[in-house]
């Protein structure tokens, strides 16, 4: 079983940047594609970006040019960093580990951290 814990969201103005961590409890974070999503209030949960284990990336097409995605395998960490925030980024922030050979193997969601961004 692997824990993810979120961590960084909050309330910030339009234009502004946050930086959300996730820390997950495992020694084999290595062997897991990481992703960040989110869920606004009476919308589907959708894809931010994901890392995988060799480092590509990818992002939703309200993260280009915005949001970066990296992970830091030695502190078993994976952060998502926000720029230009609009008022429609408003949502929970969920983490995901996702095994890299299936997700059989292991697929797994944070709580979420709540990010709000307003005047």
């Not at 961590?7 to 502004?16: D, M, R």
């Amino acid at each position: 079983q692997v824990q993810l814990v979120e961590s960084g969201g909050g309330l910030v103005q339009p234009g502004g940047s946050l930086r959300l961590s996730c820390a997950a409890s495992t020694s084999i974070f290595g062997f897991y594609n990481m992703g960040w999503y989110r869920q606004a209030p009476g919308k589907q949960r959708e894809l931010v970006a994901t890392i995988t284990t060799r480092g590509n990336t990818n992002y939703g097409d309200s993260a280009k040019g915005r949001f970066t995605i990296s992970r830091d395998n030695a502190k078993n960490t994976v952060y998502l960093q926000m720029n230009s925030l609009k008022p429609e980024d408003t949502a929970v922030y969920l983490c995901n580990a996702k095994h890299e050979m299936s997700s059989r193997f292991g697929d797994y969601w944070g709580q979420g951290t709540q990010v709000t961004v307003s005047s």
